[in-house]
Every structure is written in C-alpha cells, then in structure tokens.
C-alpha cells in the first residue's frame, strides 16, 4: 500500500491562481471600460463598478486576509459598539448620582419635631 506523498489538492487551492489573475484584471480594466466613450451612467457603468469593488475585495481577501467590506462594516461596527458604549457609561453615571443623591437625602433626613409640625398645619 503506498501512502500519498502530498494532501489531495481541493477545489479552492487549485483555482486560486485564476481568482488572483481574474481579480487583478478587472481591477485594472474595469475603471478603463468606465472611463470610455460614451460615458454615461447606465446599467453596464454600475455592473463594472461591482465588478471593480468585489474585484478589490477578493485582491484583498488574498493579500491580506480581510477584505475590503470586512473592514468598512468593521470599522463601523467598532464605532458604533464605541458610541453605545459611552452612552451606557454615561446612563450608569447618570443611575449611580441618582441612587447616591437619594442615599444622602435619606441618610441626611431629619425627624420633624413637634414645633415643625405645629409650623406647618398652621
């Protein structure tokens, strides 16, 4: 029985020279077509913009392992998170003098005495 020497190639890394090759070229000639007469914005100039932009995402995704929508949508996400986050902070600040404020009114309280009392009934 003879064991094979290398693993068994999958789909993905056989065809990944090609999506290298296939997004590297409509990233190059994508904005050129757009930049032909006529230039006019129809449904052609938006299909070779999104072809450009999943193009530059999946250039992206090999160089760096992220693409270009990932770290758009992520960047926003961290802000957001971010934003909230403070806003939180702040209502628990806002809770916290509340509970504190109303800790002294009790703790500072007085019982009336009978002279107080007699003041107020009138």
Same mark, same amino acid.
């Given at each position: @029985?003879?064991?094979? !020497?290398?693993? +068994?190639?999958?789909?993905?890394? =056989?065809?990944?020279? /090609? =999506?290298?090759?296939?997004?590297?070229? &409509? &990233?190059?000639?994508?904005?050129?077509? @757009?930049? /032909? +007469? +006529?230039?006019?914005? !129809?449904?052609?100039?938006?299909? &070779?913009?999104?072809?450009?932009?999943?193009s530059a995402n999946e250039f992206s995704v090999q160089k760096s392992g992220r693409g270009v929508l990932e770290r758009v949508y992520g960047v926003r996400h961290n802000q957001r998170?971010? @934003?909230?986050? =403070?806003?939180?902070?702040?209502?628990?600040?806002?809770?916290?003098?509340?509970?504190?404020? =109303?800790?002294?009114?009790? /703790? !500072?309280?007085?019982?009336?005495?009978?002279?107080?009392?007699?003041?107020? !009934?009138?």
């Amino acid at each position: @029985m003879a064991t094979p !020497d290398a693993p +068994p190639s999958t789909s993905t890394t =056989r065809y990944d020279p /090609l =999506r290298h090759h296939i997004s590297l070229a &409509l &990233l190059l000639t994508c904005p050129v077509i @757009m930049l /032909l +007469p +006529p230039r006019k914005l !129809d449904f052609y100039t938006f299909g &070779l913009a999104t072809a450009w932009v999943l193009s530059a995402n999946e250039f992206s995704v090999q160089k760096s392992g992220r693409g270009v929508l990932e770290r758009v949508y992520g960047v926003r996400h961290n802000q957001r998170r971010g @934003m909230e986050g =403070r806003k939180e902070a702040e209502e628990e600040a806002d809770i916290g003098q509340r509970i504190k404020g =109303r800790v002294w009114e009790v /703790l !500072d309280w007085k019982p009336e005495t009978e002279t107080e009392r007699k003041g107020k !009934d009138g």
